[in-house]
């Protein structure tokens, strides 16, 4: 071919193609056309007909929402239940005017200014045809009375709805938690299709925690309904699937008892059993009554408790930082031992204060005028600072960082409840990093008798106190013990989290450190023998007292002339049986003085009521579920 | 010389013009953005307001932009030397599925095959047409009789695999995406009018080879009202929604049907039926107006290339995508029988935008990269 036939091939060529993209063209927009009659036909003539079949008689899809798990306690005590209530509700499609409506409205049941404005807030939030409640929890009165003006009230009607209650009140505000209105953070992670109908969430503790149990399987109808959107006929549903029901570990006697036995004081108290990490008591104090949340806390209400000094909304039992005090002692001895900077046999003399080699500074013991000879057993009988300072001190911070690391201080527990804190078990490195300073070895000291930078939660000290008692062998705490599917008697037992055993050089160690704690509590001289008497077994224990306001080198502590607040804490852990741990414990008293005289105390009377020694008031035999 | 008209005359560039020196043409551009501005508006409304929905869209369509404009740079020519392998890639890829999918049939089918079953379906949705129109560009047109044989061949196989997957609505669109280009290389119409009374023919085996499910729905196409219900639910409720927006619609996020969930697929294959209800007859003509602007300059991009490879292939995308159009709007207003083909670049989801844009990517880089003929 030569050049110019190609070409002439490739001008035929694009004639070609160019002639079928122009008929292409065109054929597609016929086919356009057609579409846009099929549109005409369906929009326009027919529009009348469809638009009947929407508005008049249409098929909608109802949500039925599931009901709410229950939770019992560890006899079977119900501790959140759904208790049926009368709830307002307004379809804002149907409302001719809202204004009059809400007017009436607010002269028939008293409705509050919040009660509007949170109710205009939902209405955004919602399609014109969705329902949206106005007010929750009506008294019978107040239905009666909406019946008489029912005929002035389009689109506003009367449903029956569960809410849940919390029969315990404040006893469980904390542990178990309170469920709350949906709020817009949330409705951005959960799976809104299976929400539909439901108005709460869990929003702290077991209420949060497991949720996704609790909550279960949202189901459906579909209806047809008729022009005023009453319900002609059920097409089809698919029934809701309850959520599962819980049974804790905790056991609402010990719970009674603990925080009765707080009295006024706040602070907080956490049992559990050290054999599968099983949380029998956890008392935050003060609580609250959680199901002021339910319905809508106003918010007077709210500030009141949030802005409390007491700051009774604060979970003490897992966020609280307390320097724990002597009660670290246990683990600082045991630390001792297995470093072998001490033995059983090797004593320490305590002429009541202690000094750094070639510092005049005086570390003072809390007995002024001295313990004398000092051993093992006897400096944790009656808790000797001077023995620890010096133990401490030989053993240096980072061996002593490295052993507490062992029994989780500074770190979360892992506990089935959101919003542990980590509390602090402070370092060289951590002191570099946050206040990048050196570490001085008087902080040694000072951290050995756990004061200083230490800050435990109650939740980590009855853990690491299960861990001694155990002789190592920990377990994740937990407040689940069981969930129940609905339908089924079966009840599916959560199992024990066992952790990394703590290793230990010689099992003597725990022994020792075991013995030298039952002498606190049994020994001559122990300072919590008040609580030792009149027992089958023995407890083995720690008293700890720490300081809240630090005092210059000479002055005295006088607790008659000081604010309540810039009181000690008074702190104890304990475990019992101590050859056979059955509970172990943990006990902080805000500033509650001294902690052989007000927290041990009250271990005695938790231990009392746990292994029934002592007759305590029964619950009514009605809260027992069958 | 590979120059711009514009900058040939030493002129400052204007807007346009640059965007040709980076291979983007300024008036599909615009189309597509207005598309995709109108499928946010939709999801949002179709979608229950929820603007996570919204943002993991935006995400995908800047995603497939990027992908468009890097296409956009590479020269039709490099895309016709490399459309051999890829569509030997494409194959085996399709081959694995098929091997695949028959272990994988436990729970996890869903999430394993659906990673699987995309991929290289999509790759052939672009790489067939390439072929194609490669393979038929060899030799002067039209085709011999022999040509159009193996091309017909190159079409059937991955349409035949993907048929097998199965997922009737890609399969179809692949092989109109390869017969267009046959088409518009331009066999005799004697021969399309014979291969159409032949196909007539075969419909009775083509019903015997179909899937229960497939079947299902042609017949509940051509009497939607026998299962309300069941099988007809689709079609009878997005009527439905499309009959009561009326000439103006409802108005934005007042569509009572879609809302009241039971328009089935209403951010996906359905949401025509959501903007019908909305916007009414005005703007659902809006629309598919600015879907045959945007094939129209497809089109006028094709007859400009500059090689016979390009305005096939060009020519080719261009009316594949008013295919995809017609089929979604086809099946959601009850004029064709429903096939899963989401309406491009409005409805919810990524994998066939990417495409999509890809080729629009194609079209971009073929009339951006054409050189000045001399006079």
């Known amino acids: ?626 | 010389m590979i120059l711009s008209s514009e900058s040939r005359r030493g002129q400052p560039l204007s807007f346009g013009g640059w965007l040709r020196t980076i291979h983007i043409d300024g008036p599909l551009l615009l189309g597509l953005l207005i598309l995709m501005g109108v499928s946010l508006l939709v999801l949002y409304s179709a979608g229950g307001q929820e603007t996570g929905l919204l943002v993991r869209q935006m995400i995908r369509m800047a995603a497939a932009l990027l992908v468009m404009v890097a296409i956009a740079q590479i020269n039709p020519e490099r895309m016709r030397s490399w459309a051999p392998g890829v569509f030997l890639v494409g194959l085996a890829l399709l081959v694995a599925v098929l091997i695949f999918g028959i272990v994988g049939k436990g729970a996890q089918r869903w999430l394993d095959l659906g990673f699987f079953r995309f991929q290289p379906s999509e790759i052939m949705k672009l790489a067939v047409p390439i072929l194609v129109a490669a393979y038929i560009a060899e030799r002067p047109l039209p085709p011999s009789f022999f040509r159009m044989l193996v091309a017909l061949v190159m079409i059937a196989i991955p349409t035949l695999l993907i048929a097998k997957q199965p997922d009737l609505g890609t399969a179809m669109l692949i092989a109109t995406s390869g017969l267009i280009v046959i088409f518009l290389a331009g066999i005799s119409w004697k021969i399309i009018i014979s291969f159409l009374a032949l196909a007539s023919a075969a419909a009775p085996v083509l019903w015997y080879l179909m899937h229960d499910y497939q079947r299902r729905r042609v017949l509940t196409f051509m009497n939607p009202e026998s299962d309300p219900l069941g099988a007809g639910y689709h079609i009878i409720q997005s009527k439905i929604a499309i009959g009561s927006g009326g000439l103006t619609g409802r108005g934005w996020l007042q569509g009572t049907q879609s809302h009241l969930e039971f328009l089935p697929e209403r951010s996906t294959d359905f949401i025509f039926a959501v903007i019908a209800e909305e916007f009414g007859l005005l703007g659902v003509g809006m629309l598919l107006a600015l879907y045959l602007l945007i094939t129209a300059r497809g089109l006028y991009i094709a007859g400009q290339a500059q090689t016979t490879f390009a305005r096939l292939l060009a020519g080719s995308i261009a009316l594949t995508f008013l295919v995809y159009v017609f089929v979604n709007v086809g099946m959601v207003t009850g004029l064709l029988p429903v096939v899963g083909v989401p309406l491009p670049l409005i409805s919810y989801g990524g994998t066939s935008m990417v495409t999509l844009l890809a080729g629009f990517g194609i079209l971009m880089s073929v009339h951006t990269h054409r050189r000045m003929m001399s006079p």
């Open chain 1, 1 to 626: 071919m030569t050049p110019w036939q190609t070409f002439k091939d490739h001008i035929s060529e694009y004639r070609l193609i160019n002639g079928r993209l122009i008929f292409a063209g065109v054929f597609s927009a016929l086919l356009f056309s057609a579409v846009m009659v099929r549109l005409v036909i369906l929009q326009v003539y027919e529009h009348e007909h469809f638009e009947a079949l929407s508005n008049r008689n249409r098929i909608s899809i109802e949500p039925l929402p599931p009901q709410r798990g229950l939770i019992f306690d560890r006899n079977g005590v119900i501790l959140a239940e759904n208790v049926p209530t009368f709830s307002l509700e307004v379809v804002p499609e149907k409302v001719v005017d809202m204004e009059a409506t809400l007017a009436l409205l607010t002269t028939l049941l008293n409705l509050t200014e919040e009660d509007i404005s949170r109710f205009r807030e939902r209405l955004r939030q919602h399609r014109r045809f969705e329902e949206v409640t106005l007010r929750l929890r009506l008294t019978e009165d107040e239905v009666a009375r909406f019946a008489v003006h029912r005929h002035r009230l389009p689109g506003v009607e009367v449903v029956g709805r569960l809410i849940r209650h919390y029969p315990q009140g404040h006893l469980f505000a904390h542990s178990v938690g309170y469920v709350g209105r949906i709020n817009e953070r949330e409705m951005q992670i959960i799976n809104r299709q299976n929400y539909k109908g439901t108005l709460h969430i869990g929003k702290t503790g077991i209420e949060k925690q497991y949720e996704d149990l609790l909550h279960g399987t949202v189901g459906y109808r579909h209806v047809e309904t008729n022009v005023q959107g009453r319900i002609v006929r059920e097409l089809q549903s698919v029934p809701a699937e309850s959520g599962q029901d819980l049974y804790l570990h905790l056991d609402i006697n010990l719970q009674r008892a603990a925080a009765e036995a707080l009295t006024d004081y706040n602070g907080s108290v956490v049992v559990l059993d050290p054999r599968n990490g099983g949380i029998l008591a956890m008392v935050s104090k003060p609580d609250f009554d959680p199901n002021l949340f339910i319905s809508g806390i106003s918010n007077r209400d709210y500030a009141e408790l949030r802005d409390s000094h007491d700051r009774p909304l604060y979970d003490r039992a897992l966020r609280g930082r307390y320097p724990p005090g002597s009660t670290l002692k246990p683990f600082v001895g045991l630390a001792g031992l297995e470093m072998g900077v001490v033995n059983e046999q090797s004593r320490t003399f305590c002429p009541g204060w202690y000094s750094l080699p070639g510092h005049t500074h005086r570390y003072r013991c809390w007995r002024h005028q001295g313990h004398g000879q000092m051993n093992f057993s006897s400096a944790m009988a009656q808790s000797c600072d001077v023995y620890y300072y010096d133990l401490s001190n030989n053993l240096g911070i980072d061996r002593l960082h490295q052993f507490l690391d062992l029994f989780r201080f500074g770190q979360r527990t892992g506990i089935d409840i959101p919003g542990e804190n980590t509390g602090l078990s402070p370092s060289r490195e951590w002191k570099r990093a946050f206040h990048n300073e050196p570490w001085y070895p008087g902080e040694t000291l000072i951290s050995g008798i756990g004061q200083g930078f230490n800050q435990m939660t109650p939740i980590q000290l009855a853990h690491a106190t299960a861990i001694l008692a155990m002789r190592g062998m920990g377990m994740t705490p937990q407040v689940l013990r069981a969930s129940r599917m609905p339908g089924s008697d079966r009840l599916q037992l959560r199992a024990a989290l066992p952790e990394e055993p703590v290793p230990v050089v010689s099992s003597r160690n725990w022994e020792a450190t075991v013995e030298s704690m039952i002498e606190v509590v049994h020994g001559q001289r122990g300072t919590a023998r008040q609580i030792g008497v009149d027992l089958p077994f023995e407890i083995a224990g720690k008293t700890g007292t720490a300081q809240v306001f630090s005092l210059g080198q000479d002055e005295e502590y006088d607790a008659e002339t000081l604010d309540r607040r810039l009181h000690d804490h008074a702190l104890f852990v304990a475990f019992a049986p101590a050859d056979n741990p059955e509970i172990a414990l943990a006990i902080i008293v805000e500033n509650g003085g001294s902690g052989s005289s007000v927290a041990a105390p009250i271990a005695r009377k938790l231990i009392d009521v746990h292994f029934g020694l002592q007759k305590e008031p029964e619950i009514e035999v009605d809260d027992i579920e069958q």
